[in-house]
């Protein structure tokens, strides 16, 4: 996390000669801010001073500060690029390319913190974490790798298989320590809205046929379907509970188009919210608060249905933005459950934390390992950042250190 150091501030050092060797310049700190003798210097000091002169901008402009963000978390990028006017200009420029790096091209820093922190997440770059079934009693879903028009993520389609059968995709077990996680999402792409599929399920247990008992199952209804036809929906009790029905009030689910759903779990009031695309369509839904998640399903529902999922996430952190200004209307067929008008959640506003220079670098430094350190200024192209990168290494051995705590 971004170190906050209360103590005073850093003085302000005059300059040491870059032509001095760091052995000299150590004693001549040591002399002057009463350092002791003998065992290993105390370069602290001395990595303030150079830090303090060089500042953000020349390790910016070198290509440095980029290379320290490669190896930090994405919740301590987001404390430091919010620091300041420079910082945030870095992060424009910077953190689109470190994530599509990191994660996949558009993804959020949101996103990608949620990521880091979660109990389970695969961005489905491939199957295996995951098992065919349960229910393998009859030809199942297949599973092949593929990509959306547009999209850089990484997708796993689910097709054939046989009709009105469930339980026949994929599906893993994760461990679920305590505290229960909060969030579970995922990306939805649907190629045949005729065809009911798009299952996602979160469960407790699993049987030889399918997962019981249930926290939820979302799902696209498609043209197969009595009622409720080409719009998904929620059920918390499949046999008993209502069926909650979502369609757009001015449009239609399209096909080949990602939609990120994520569902908040308040296993306290037994509660959830339903959120797609940022907008929170469902919420104050009764489910079985008792259960202790273990297992997710992922399947279709008819042969011919063709859909993918990608960025399955499930943790405590929030994935995705709430959006301010939805593009997308939601319409909920059950009258008790109201749609959320406007933009009642918001996502809660950083301040600018107003750090200095060199607690921006500080935190930094206190947070890489040695052995990253080390490396990072290997083929620099500066003997002078050299220099840097050694006092930065034994900067790593900073305490004690104070972390800002929070989601993004």
């Known amino acids: 996390m971004l170190a906050s150091h209360a103590t005073s501030p850093v003085p302000s050092l005059s300059w040491q000669p870059w032509n001095k060797s760091l052995p000299a310049a150590c004693g001549d700190m040591r002399r002057r801010h009463g350092g002791q003798s003998a065992g290993a210097p105390d370069v602290r000091p001395l990595a303030l001073e150079l830090v303090s002169i060089r500042g953000l901008d020349s390790l910016i402009e070198h290509g440095l500060l980029e290379r320290v963000c490669e190896m930090l978390p994405a919740l301590e990028i987001a404390w430091a690029t919010s620091a300041c006017r420079n910082m945030q200009a870095f992060a424009k420029e910077v953190l689109p390319r470190l994530l599509a790096v990191r994660c996949r091209p558009g993804l959020q820093l949101q996103t ?9 997440s695969d961005w489905m770059r491939d199957t295996r974490q995951w098992n065919s079934g349960p229910n393998t009693s009859k030809p199942y879903n297949v599973a092949k790798e593929g990509c959306v028009a547009g999209d850089g993520g990484a997708w796993i389609f689910l097709e ?10 994929l599906y893993c077990n994760f461990s679920s320590p305590r505290p229960k996680p909060k969030w579970v999402s995922f990306r939805l ?3 045949t809205l005729e065809f009911s599929c798009g299952f996602f399920a979160l469960s407790a247990d699993r049987r030889t046929w399918g997962l019981q008992p249930l926290v939820f199952i979302f799902n696209y209804r498609g043209d197969d379907m009595q009622t409720g036809k080409r719009c998904f929906a929620l059920q918390t009790q499949p046999v008993t509970g209502d069926l909650h029905v979502l369609q757009l009030e001015k449009d239609q689910i399209r096909a080949g188009v990602p939609y990120e759903v994520a569902v908040h779990l308040d296993w306290e009031r037994g509660l959830l919210e339903l ?3 940022g907008a929170c369509v469902l919420r104050d839904i009764n489910f079985q608060a008792d259960l202790e998640p273990r297992y ?23 994935p995705y933005p709430v959006a301010e200004s939805p593009l997308q209307v939601w319409r909920v067929s059950e009258s008790q459950n109201r749609r959320e008008e406007g933009s009642a959640l918001t996502m809660r506003s950083r301040p600018q934390i107003g750090l200095t220079s060199n607690q921006i670098l500080l935190s930094f430094c206190v947070n890489l390992r040695e052995s990253a350190v080390a490396s990072l200024f290997e083929n620099c192209p500066s003997s002078r950042y050299v220099e840097i990168a050694v006092c930065m290494f034994d900067m790593t051995n900073v305490s004690p250190r104070v972390h800002h705590r929070g989601e993004l």
Request: aromatic share 14%.
């Open 296 to 318: 997710i399903g992922l399947y279709n529902w008819r042969r011919r249905a063709v859909c993918g999922f990608s960025e399955i996430l499930v943790g405590s952190r929030r």
């Open 160 to 169: 054939q298989g046989t009709d009105w059968l469930g339980f026949q995709g």
């Open 275 to 277: 959120f797609i695309d």
């Open 112 to 120: 990608a913190s949620a990521s880091e922190a979660a109990m389970f």
């Open 189 to 191: 792409c649907l190629q």
